[in-house]
């Protein structure tokens, strides 16, 4: 079973600074298989990014992915106040079909 | 534009079983997506229960195997979930969600409902 781990668990940090969001895979996973998940407080998850590069329909240019194999990134490059929340890297594997990280959430300073 | 919808009692007895149901609207369920169920306990992240295809066939979080049972109810558009023999550790908020291998993600969620599990 391959497990993510996010870091850091909270990231505080002032709008329009740049936000850095890790995710580590326990073993290499192929990249078209990892995406990222956006929630804000009282909400319901929303697909931000897939194919660990890819935005989802309607998400803006600030937000970008990277990484391959263990190591992978989501970065937002200018906070604004909507994307304050907590954010989700998931993969899909054939003998668990998805797994999530812990999340990591990006908190106003 | 696909939507989904949680319903299901808000509060279950300790021992007792689990059940929701997830209608889906704007679109058939009858497509080559997989169906989920995901929860998050309060104050925590996401974990994946399961998923479930319109023919039936069904992936479940070995962790909750034992306990879990998913249905779909092509007539009605719409597919369920049952857990059993709950206890306080299954208090939280489930979401149905559908799969995409556009995506190999869940592109579509539901609001979510709370479940509660007390005597």
């Known amino acids: 079973e391959i497990v993510l781990t996010q870091s850091p668990g909270t990231l505080s940090l002032s709008p329009g600074e740049r936000a850095t969001l890790s995710c580590r895979a326990s073993?290499?996973?192929?990249?078209?298989?990892l995406a990222w998940y956006q929630q804000r407080p009282g909400q319901a998850p929303r697909l931000l990014m897939y194919g660990a590069s890819s935005r989802a329909t309607g998400i803006p240019d600030r937000f970008s992915g990277s990484g391959s194999g263990t190591d992978f990134t989501l970065t937002i490059s200018g906070l604004e106040p909507e994307d304050f929340a907590v954010y989700y890297c998931?993969?899909?594997?054939?003998?668990?079909?998805?797994?999530f990280g812990g999340g990591t959430k990006v908190e106003i300073k | 534009q696909v939507q989904l919808q949680e319903s299901g009692p808000g509060l279950v007895k300790p021992s007792g079983t689990l059940s929701l149901t997830c209608a889906v609207s704007?679109?058939?369920?009858?497509?080559?997506?997989?169906w989920n169920w995901v929860r998050q306990p309060p104050g925590k992240g996401l974990e994946w229960i399961g998923e479930?295809?319109?023919?039936?066939?069904?992936n479940y979080n070995p962790s909750l195997q034992s306990r879990v049972t998913f249905s779909v109810d092509k007539s009605s558009n719409q597919f369920s979930l049952q857990l059993t023999s709950v206890t306080a550790a299954d208090t939280a908020v489930y979401y149905c969600?559908?799969?995409?291998?556009?995506?190999?993600?869940?592109?579509?969620w539901g609001q979510g409902t709370t479940v509660t599990v007390s005597s």
């Open positions: 479930i295809h319109h023919s039936g066939s069904v």
């Open positions: 704007g679109g058939s369920i009858r497509t080559n997506n997989w």
């Open positions: 969600a559908k799969f995409d291998y556009a995506y190999y993600g869940l592109d579509v």
């Open positions: 998931q993969q899909y594997g054939s003998s668990l079909a998805l797994t």
């Open positions: 073993q290499r996973i192929t990249s078209s298989y």
